[in-house]
Structure formats: C-alpha cells, structure tokens
C-alpha cells in the first residue's frame, strides 16, 4: 500500500479571485486493510486576478489596475474508506490564510494606491472522494468548508471551495 501521496489541482473558491491552484502532500498513518486509513495532510492554494477599470471624472479618465492575491497553506487529518473505485475521505484542518489587494495607477500616474493585506488563521471541514482505477495515480475530487478565525479588513468571514487534480501514490 502506498504512503505517501504527492498531488494538485484545479482550486474554485467562492470569492474573489475564484480560480487558483493547490498542492498536497499525504502521509498515512493508519492503515486498517481492508477498509479504512487515517492520513495527515500539508496543502497549499496559491489564488491570483488581475482587473483593469476604468473611470472617468469631468472628462479625466483613470486606468487602475487591481491585483487580488491569496494563498494559503495547511494542514489536516483525514478518515478514509475504501469502497471499490471510488474512496471516500472527509477531515478537518487549521491554516494560514493570506489576502492582499493592491491597485496600481498606470499611464496617468504610475504611483501605488494603497492595498490591503491580511493574514487569519483558519479551520476548515471537507470531504471528498479519490478514484483507484489506475495503479499509483488517483484522481481526486473535494469540497471545503473554510470559515477565517479573525478577519479584520477582508469580508469575507467564511468559503467554500472545490478542489480537482491528480494525486500520485508510491
């Protein structure tokens, strides 16, 4: 049985910006043959968007562009069973979220507007499934419930994402 679990994937969020990228790192821990395992989980999510806008006051106009970053890195214990192809998981985790929007002035005047960073401690709950149809290389499918512990300039107090990618198993 493999254990270790190197992977990534596709990352949907339910704020802006809403697509990214994840990776994860799996160890097993307990191995019950043959139904069940208990692993831990390091994972990362890197999210990035860029928008221009335009405004226009008594005919100046003002070309911003906003850069909204995020990225977080965790960890998390996680329950499996294994049910033929498809091997349901679900866990809870704790991590470190990092938020930064920054709005550049170009053409006009290049000088920085002022940004906002924020760095929240969080927990999340999440559950999922892998698919075992080829040896060593699992597909992997899941939803995360992210909720921020003390945000104090980002809105956002809670999330959902859905994470989709390919773990390697050896």
Same mark, same amino acid.
């Given at each position: 049985?493999?254990?270790?679990?190197?992977?990534?994937?596709?990352?949907?969020? =339910?704020?802006?910006?809403?697509?990214?990228?994840?990776?994860?790192?799996?160890?097993?821990?307990?191995? /019950?043959? *043959?139904?069940? !395992?208990?692993?831990?989980?390091?994972?990362? =999510?890197?999210?990035?968007?860029? /928008?221009?806008?335009?405004?226009? #006051?008594?005919?100046?106009?003002?070309?911003?562009?906003?850069?909204?970053?995020?990225? !977080?890195?965790?960890?998390?214990?996680?329950?499996?069973?294994?049910?033929? *192809?498809?091997?349901?998981?679900?866990?809870?985790?704790?991590?470190?979220?990092?938020?930064?929007?920054?709005?550049?002035?170009?053409?006009?005047? *290049?000088?920085?507007?002022?940004?906002?960073?924020? %760095?929240?401690?969080?927990?999340?709950?999440?559950?999922?499934?892998?698919?075992?149809?080829?040896?060593?290389?699992?597909?992997?499918?899941?939803?995360?419930? #992210?909720?921020?512990?003390? =945000? %104090?300039?980002? !809105?956002?107090? !809670?999330? %959902?994402?859905? =994470?989709?990618?390919?773990?390697?198993?050896?």
């Amino acid at each position: 049985m493999a254990q270790i679990g190197i992977g990534g994937g596709l990352d949907i969020r =339910s704020e802006e910006p809403t697509q990214g990228y994840g990776i994860r790192l799996e160890y097993r821990i307990v191995n /019950l043959p *043959p139904v069940a !395992d208990l692993k831990v989980r390091a994972h990362g =999510s890197y999210f990035s968007d860029t /928008l221009k806008r335009r405004n226009s #006051v008594n005919g100046l106009v003002t070309e911003v562009f906003e850069e909204k970053t995020a990225f !977080d890195i965790g960890a998390a214990i996680l329950a499996g069973v294994k049910l033929g *192809p498809v091997n349901p998981v679900a866990g809870i985790g704790l991590g470190i979220d990092s938020s930064e929007l920054n709005a550049d002035r170009t053409e006009s005047h *290049p000088s920085q507007l002022r940004g906002v960073n924020e %760095e929240n401690l969080y927990w999340n709950l999440f559950f999922g499934g892998e698919l075992s149809i080829i040896p060593y290389i699992k597909p992997f499918f899941e939803y995360r419930f #992210v909720q921020l512990i003390n =945000s %104090e300039n980002i !809105d956002i107090k !809670d999330s %959902e994402r859905f =994470s989709l990618g390919i773990i390697f198993r050896f």
